[in-house]
């Protein structure tokens, strides 16, 4: 049996978009041509696609680092650089993403709850325009372009929670994982002692021609579970997608009081995990008739009863009380409409939830670090970089254009802040320069 994966940490980073082009016309009989730089292309783009074909996270264990391509710098002639291939994870239908954010706070991001369904997990970066885009009737030759924006990149937790119609919840030994075997085609492992399912098993109960339903068996719940004990912690949160819990007891025990006793305990687990899990419809099941007396059955009918709680009987064995229990299942798909299964309530974002606006590459956000042991000023900004990265530090007029994006940005005055002075070397990525209060005015 392959091992049942439901939460895993991975690393998704979408692709950088491509540098603009400084680039000039270069044809025969212009001898003054104006710029002809080109775009650079789109970053790819990660987005996270539910299939049905999928019911583990096994695969995230193998391989957790994630990455889209690159859009390539802009070209010479106006020609725009290629955008960077998409990358689309295939997940299983059921799967949240959570973003990892400051002090490991996690945000939810998605919520793939329906076969087919594809959202932007992380955005591309945007290219950079090329010169061309500069070009005014004052300036009729800009010798800058703009960087290509850096795509998105941070962790993510991957949480699966299965999306059954129907779920199968009891104590450990209760005979869930023979229930789902006669009720559907799955075919779990099935012995005699406590534990013997290990993970959720998924099976489809038919209706009709046209209609089936999905039905799990959760992993025997014990006292405390919802706490961390036992193995019912893991498998509590795969009831929450469920529209209707079959709570099975075992009736072949020393007396009808522990039947109630086992009752309450999972009764009070779910309670203590999430209280709005009480409000599911519920079908309680005693099983394993075939092997109780009629005087032990009436005595189990009057515990239950002098408690307010209804009950039915079934046999998974010799199938004793089967069609009236698939009677019942179908008479509350008809009531409650079982399959139509809904997102988890926290995670209902707009769709335009990560479609923030990138119409320029420039972030304004950027961290500066004293090194002292190099007596020098680190500037951390992927934005600055850019902006250093397409600079061209021979010509007078882009290295002008850089200084008045940085005056922009605020990054000139908190350097003087920091009590940066002339002759002061300031870091950004692989470039070394020498501040010169001088030089900065004179440039802008």
Sequence with gaps: MSKFIDQVTIELEAGNGGDGKVAWRKEKYIPKGGPAGGDGGNGGSIWFEANNNINTLLDFRYKY????????????????????EDLTIQVPVGT?????????????????????????????????????????????????????????????????????????????????????????????????????????????????????LVITDIPGLIQGASEGKGLGIQFLKHIERTKTLIHLIDGYVDSPEECWKNYQIVIEELRKYNPELLEKK?????????????????????????????????????????????EKIIELDKTYNLTEIQQTSESALPKSKLERD???????????????????????????????????????????HLFKQLKRMNLLDELKNKGIKSGDTVLIGSKEMVWSEFAEYYLI
């Design 96 to 212: 949240i993403v959570k973003k990892i954010e400051h002090k490991n706070k996690e945000k939810i991001i998605a919520d793939l709850f329906e076969a087919n369904q594809k959202v932007l997990i992380a955005k591309g970066g945007k290219g950079g325009r090329g010169n061309q885009h500069f070009a005014t009737s004052v300036k009729q030759a800009p010798h800058f372009c703009e960087p290509g924006q850096t795509g998105e990149s941070f962790k993510a937790l991957i949480e699966l929670k299965l999306v059954a119609h129907i779920g199968i919840i009891g104590m450990p030994n209760a005979g869930k994982s023979t229930l789902i075997s006669k009720l559907s085609a799955c075919k779990p492992e099935i012995a005699n002692y406590a534990f013997t399912t290990i993970t959720p098993n998924l099976g489809i109960m038919k209706i009709d021609y046209e209609k089936s």
């Design 65 to 84: 680092k994630f990455k889209a391509k690159d859009g390539e710098n802009g070209g010479s002639s106006n020609k725009s650089g290629k955008g960077g």
């Design 358 to 400: 990138t119409k320029s590459p420039i972030n304004d956000e950027f961290l500066i670090k004293q090194e002292n042991n190099l007596g020098a000023f680190r500037i951390i900004s992927p934005s600055i970089e850019g902006l250093v990265r397409v600079t061209n530090f021979s010509d007078l007029e882009s290295v002008n």
């Design 282 to 326: 519920q079908i309680n099941l005693i099983n394993k008739i075939d092997s109780l007396s009629e005087e032990f059955i009436e005595d189990i009918k009057n515990v239950f009863n002098k408690n307010d709680v209804k009950i039915d009987f079934i046999s998974s064995f010799s199938e004793e009380g089967f069609d009236e229990l698939k």
